[in-house]
């Protein structure tokens, strides 16, 4: 998570002011005034540390936009004809990608940096979705993939590819063809919540008919 400007600003002061207070600490006590200006300025150090800790602790608590609310909901979409569970709201947008067009709901969970992806394309009539040209577009996109598997979902048969992104994230990607769709589902997330609940959840609630 980034820094706030605010906050930048209450680690600078503490920084300057924990340095003053070590130089205080290092002079011997017979050159330290106690008048008023001079004390001012002799201890204008731990001042400025305990102002600098105490605004810290003032400022209030960053809200991280989320759509995760931990309650799983069905979406379903009579248009792809397939339905899947997301931990949340999801936001819907229309997807195209060459002469193909179709639909996609997305969730991203941002404290936990997990996102949540399902949709599909319509494959228009004579036209031929090459699934080797697509393999090859995802290897230049991130990489070779770390696995690759042939799975089924209600008799409908796919692929799952698991990708390790160079920001260190996982990346698994279903697809599957059915019919004139084409299928995507997108689980985006840290190693260590690469095989979990989220992910098992998501996966498994996926639903053709």
Known sequence: MSLQPDQISCYVTICIGAIMTAMLVRKPHDQISFTSWQALKTFSGPIMLGAGVIRLLLLPTPVIPTNATGEWTTFRSEGGRYSIRFPGPVTETENSNYAMSGHRVALTDTPRKIRYDAGYYVVPRG??????????????????????????????????????????????????????????????????????????TFFRSLKFW
């Open 127 to 200: 036209y031929s979705f090459d699934t080797a040209k697509y393999v090859e577009h995802l290897a230049r996109e991130h990489g070779q993939p770390a696995s690759r598997r042939g799975l089924r979902v209600n008799s409908v048969w796919g692929e799952e590819f698991v990708f390790h992104l160079r920001d260190g994230a996982h990346y698994i990607q279903w697809m599957f063809r059915n019919g004139d769709r084409v299928h995507f589902v997108h689980f985006t997330s840290p190693p260590e919540l690469l095989r979990g609940r989220e992910s098992d």
